[in-house]
C-alpha cells in the first residue's frame, strides 16, 4: 500500500465531502500558502475562507497550518457551503450595526455566520469525517 501525500489526501478529502454532502451552489476549494491568505486585521492570516462569486462558491485554506488542522478548517468551510442561504449573507450584512468597533464588529459577524444551523452541519461533518480517516 503506498502513502498518500499531504496534497492526495485534501483532494480526497474534497471529494468525499462532495459526495456526502452535495452543496447548494457549486464549490471550488483553493490550496494557498500562507502568504496569499487575507489577513485577520494585522495579526494572522486566517486559516481558511469561504466566499461567494456570483453563483459559485469558494473555499480558500491556508496550507501553511499542519494538515490535521487543514482537514478540520475543510470541515468549517464546508459547513458554511452547506450553510449558504442564496440573500443571507447579503441580508445580515444589511443589517450589521456599522458604529460598531472593529472587535465587536468582528464578534457580531461571527455569530451570525455561526449559528445553530451552521453547527449542525459541522457535526454531520465531523461524524462522517471520523469514519473516514484512514
Request: glycine residues 6%.
Amino acid at each position: 500500500m503506498t502513502r498518500r501525500s499531504r496534497r492526495d489526501k485534501l483532494e480526497l478529502h474534497v471529494k468525499q465531502l462532495r459526495l456526502a454532502f452535495p452543496t447548494p451552489w457549486p464549490v471550488t476549494v483553493v490550496f494557498a500558502p500562507g502568504s496569499r491568505v487575507p489577513k485577520l486585521g494585522e495579526k494572522r492570516a486566517v486559516r481558511g475562507l469561504t466566499y461567494r462569486e456570483g453563483r459559485k462558491l469558494y473555499v480558500m485554506l491556508n496550507t501553511s497550518y499542519p494538515e490535521w488542522a487543514i482537514h478540520e478548517v475543510l470541515n468549517h468551510e464546508w459547513a458554511h457551503c452547506l450553510d449558504f442561504r442564496p440573500g443571507a449573507a447579503e441580508l445580515q450584512r444589511s443589517q450589521a450595526p456599522g458604529s460598531l468597533p472593529d472587535a465587536a464588529q468582528r464578534q457580531w459577524e461571527h455569530e451570525q455566520y455561526h449559528d445553530d444551523h451552521f453547527y449542525l452541519h459541522l457535526g454531520r461533518i465531523e461524524r462522517a469525517y471520523e469514519s473516514w480517516e484512514d
